[in-house]
């Protein structure tokens, strides 16, 4: 006999459609599955038939065949097993299970690995592979039971959650009743509320905390220069506190892309901050971009919608600093491999960090730096040109000093700071709302050109910056950008000279360090 489940796969952070055939036929015990599965998949059928048997069905000795299509595509991952299973039992064409026939489980779309005691385990990108089969115009599904928090935020659907062969099979057959899933209400959190570093516990810096504040606002990428103990690292942690709490789009981005590489806890279902990434600098290329064997996202795609932090900038491979490029620009990042391209989202905040010299103490007020012209510009010369063209913001720490570390007066808090951050969003959102931009820092050219109009005496301004500072086209865009910011931080509608002066100033490093 011949039967047919619904399923889906994943292609990047997108579901595709694969229809689960199964085939029984007389002859010599086997079991073979065919249409592009990787190993996970071919190792299944171990798993069914264990699972099988220990649920108290019986398990037909004859030839089987399991075809994945469309058999031209790559399935990858043990999410098949559950669907596998149904559609032998509805192949097998047992007596003992009543109403199991392949036209009741074709009502379904099942995912789903199994243990060998029939027990149905949680599998990767459920939130994903939900979306793009409600899009292709399913409405039923059956998933684990474990992975029904992270379906319950998707609305038009009905999700059955099961946790066993045999609850899936009495589900199917009408035998016993599971009630769908109940919708979830989206609530996000700030990393404050949930544990994260405030601002108040940083000392001093005001010039940093100004900088980093701007980025919050318009979305811009910073690069914090200072010797080693100035408190940059404590500073980045802190950014995430200030920036505006996620939208529910925004969360089910997050989450697609979360769930795809297995990072998504189960207990919430959801992203509920935005993402903080810390890849250390030994992180190889792949585990950067994505990809690889099994075409996970990797560090920037995991940072989508949130901070992308940097420590040591210059300790980073080249080849991984340059794979940013494309990100920075546009907010993807493209993987060509030879079997396929995937394009993930990338849509972050780049912090990074560095020392200005090797020793650390190139421009310190009290420390004498002890490296060499050639050191320094050797150590410097590991970000290139057109890495930094693309960070919006420098700003130079030096050391806090022993007076502002014990100072019993109370810093200016996240949430304060947060305040001013979400007001300038709100203008950014509704200067935007007929368009896909949400801040500043992604405007196009002709949007640019539209909402930063400067007068006479900005314009003398900036062509003076542009041509002593020798900046780039990209860098003239980008000061244009950061002064907006700066004015909707300072409720203004136009871009006033104070404004420019000091977007320019985070400019400065283009002069005094490459």
């Known amino acids: 006999m011949l039967s047919k489940i619904h399923s889906f796969g994943l292609q990047g952070i997108d579901g595709f459609m694969v229809e689960v055939e199964v085939d029984i036929n007389s002859g010599l015990p086997r079991f073979d599955v065919v249409g592009l599965a990787d190993t996970a998949i071919k190792e299944s059928k ?15 000795n004859k030839r089987i065949t399991v075809n994945l299509a469309p058999a031209d595509v790559k399935k990858e991952g043990p999410l098949y097993d559950l669907p596998i299973a149904v559609g032998v039992l509805c192949a097998s064409g047992d007596n003992e299970i009543k109403n199991l026939t392949s036209q009741n489980a074709g009502k379904y779309v099942i995912l789903g690995e199994l243990s060998l005691n029939g027990e149905v385990k949680a599998v990767r990108g459920v939130l994903p592979i939900l979306i793009s089969a409600r899009k292709a ?16 935020f998707i609305e038009g659907i009905n999700v059955y959650p099961v946790s066993s062969l045999d609850e899936c099979v009495c589900f199917i057959s009408g ?4 009630l769908p899933v109940s919708s979830q209400k989206f609530e996000s959190e700030t990393s404050a509320s949930v544990g994260g570093l405030d601002f108040k516990y940083v000392k001093g810096q005001p010039r940093a905390k100004r900088a980093l504040e ?12 200072g010797p080693p103990g100035s408190g940059k690292s404590m500073l980045a942690k802190c950014f995430p506190s200030i920036l505006p709490d996620m939208t529910f789009e925004e969360a089910l981005e997050v989450t697609k892309i979360h769930s795809i590489a297995g990072e998504l806890d189960f207990k919430k279902g959801i992203v509920t901050t935005r993402p903080f990434r810390t890849p250390h600098h030994s992180a190889s290329a792949v585990s950067l971009t994505g990809g690889g064997q099994h ?4 560090e920037i795609s995991l940072a989508h919608n949130g901070v992308l ?13 340059e794979m940013l490029r494309q990100p920075l620009e546009d907010g993807v990042i493209t993987v060509a491999r030879s079997a396929q391209t995937i394009t993930y989202p990338a849509n972050f905040t780049l912090i990074a960090s560095m020392n200005p010299c090797p020793c650390g103490n190139y421009g310190s007020k009290d420390k004498e730096c002890k490296c060499t012209p050639s050191q320094i510009h050797k150590y410097l010369a590991r970000i290139s040109g057109p890495i930094l063209d693309r960070i919006d913001i420098h700003v130079e720490v030096d050391n806090v000093t022993f007076d502002d570390l014990r100072s019993q007066s109370q810093e200016e808090s996240s949430a304060d700071i947060k305040v001013r951050v979400d007001k300038a969003r709100d203008i950014q959102l509704e200067r935007f709302k007929s368009s896909k931009n949400f801040s500043n ?23 003076s910056a542009f041509t002593n500072l020798k900046l780039s086209a990209r860098a003239h865009d980008r000061i244009l950008k950061v002064a907006r910011t700066i004015a909707d931080l300072e409720g203004e509608k136009e871009i006033l000279p104070e404004h420019i002066a000091e977007a320019i100033g985070y400019r400065s490093l283009d002069r005094k360090y490459l």
Do not use: W
Request: proline letters at 7%.
């Open 46 to 60: 171990e798993r069914v038939r264990s699972a099988i048997r220990n649920s108290g069905f019986g398990y037909p």
């Open 309 to 321: 932090y940097l420590d040591e900038m210059p300790e980073y491979p080249r080849q991984c600093l």
């Open 441 to 463: 820092a992604k405007m196009s050219v002709p949007a640019t050109k539209k909402y930063c109009v400067l007068s006479k005496e900005c314009e003398e301004l900036l062509k």
């Open 175 to 178: 035998q016993k009743i599971i």
């Open 295 to 298: 075409s996970r996202p990797g």
């Open 214 to 225: 701007i980025a919050a606002a318009g979305g811009h990428n910073v690069l914090m220069i």
């Open 137 to 152: 115009g399913f409405k039923n599904f059956i998933v684990p039971a474990a992975n029904a928090l992270e379906a319950s």
